[in-house]
């Protein structure tokens, strides 16, 4: 398969499995897995193959991969142990069978390792949704792992991490002690991954992105990330349309809602929407709930009470 054509607005589905998961990618890694996720189609066969052309990435982000840099991102990508946290226990598996390089074609085809495919497909209201060019715009592997997760989050306008805990999904502490654990010092962590993480995500994707440290006696122990919606430079305004259904439109738009399903709500449902938001909100601030994919759960909620999609 190929992506022919991405724009700029394209959405991927990540499960939350992964987006919160411990593993260790490089940028360009990460960059292959988010290309998968946006050939993925959910009626798509156990056995489909999925072909990653290195000119849509360039395509995309205005940068030069190379031959050697793919090769050997794809050769550890294939050893990388991916762990998820299981109420019996940790599951360790890694999420590609195999790479097959086409000569002259400039690309490359991944299998999906079966026993990783409930993981890509089995999504559920347990998803995040991201924009492409926005992840595969961020440069920093950090930046794009956070990015992630602040997009699981945004609705809800944030989260609270302990900072171990943020570290081990970052790839940068070895919960087992066998791995020094990398920036150590906060100062160094705060530099070197949440600064320049801030950075890119603000200048480069579709949200905003912001961070507390928390300090709990003299040490920082944990770490709130805000997220929200990125305020575009320019508001087009198409004057054929009514500008109070622009302004519905693009605040469903802004907590995740395909632009269809927006329009759809913003002309039918729009108390609905906010109803059942809000609802949402104060269930998430109270407890009540834990909402890890905001859109898809409210989606569902829309579903189970008849309304249209």
């Not at 890694?94 to 390792?113: P, R």
Request: aromatic content about 10%; proline content about 2%; some cysteine.
């Amino acid at each position: 398969m190929e992506l022919q054509k991405v724009n700029d607005s394209k959405t991927i589905k990540q499960h939350n499995t992964i987006t919160s998961g411990r593993y260790d990618f490089t940028a360009c890694q990460l960059d292959i897995l988010f290309m998968i996720l946006a050939c993925i189609n959910e009626k798509d066969d156990v056995s489909k193959v999925y072909t990653i052309r290195v000119q849509d990435i360039e395509l995309i982000t205005g940068r030069k991969w190379n031959y050697q840099q793919v090769s050997e991102a794809t050769e550890s990508l294939l050893g990388r142990v991916y762990e998820i946290q299981m109420p019996q226990g940790l599951r360790q598996l890694v999420l590609f069978s195999y790479v097959q390089y086409i000569e002259g074609s400039g690309g490359f085809d991944v299998k999906i390792n079966s026993d990783a495919r409930p993981y890509f497909f089995e999504l559920k209201n347990n998803f995040t949704v991201m924009q492409l060019k926005s992840v595969l715009t961020c440069t920093s592997k950090h930046a794009k792992r956070l990015y992630s997760l602040a997009c699981q989050w945004r609705v809800a306008g944030g989260h609270i991490f302990d900072i171990g805990e943020l570290k081990e999904m970052l790839g940068l502490k070895d919960p087992k002690g066998k791995i020094p654990e990398q920036y150590s010092e906060i100062t160094m962590f705060r530099k070197q991954v949440l600064e320049i993480a801030k950075k890119q995500i603000n200048e480069n994707t579709d949200i905003t992105f912001d961070y507390q440290l928390i300090k709990r006696g003299r040490a920082f122990t944990q770490i709130k990330i805000f997220a929200g919606v990125s305020v575009p430079k320019q508001l087009i305004i198409d004057f054929s349309v009514d500008i109070e259904i622009q302004r519905k439109i693009a605040s469903i738009k802004a907590v995740g809602i395909a632009d269809g399903t927006a329009e759809l709500w913003a002309k039918k449902y729009w108390k609905e929407f906010v109803d059942e938001k809000n609802i949402m909100l104060e269930d998430i601030k109270k407890g009540r709930k834990e909402i890890k994919d905001f859109p898809a759960y409210l989606v569902g909620v829309f579903k189970k009470k008849g309304y249209e999609i």
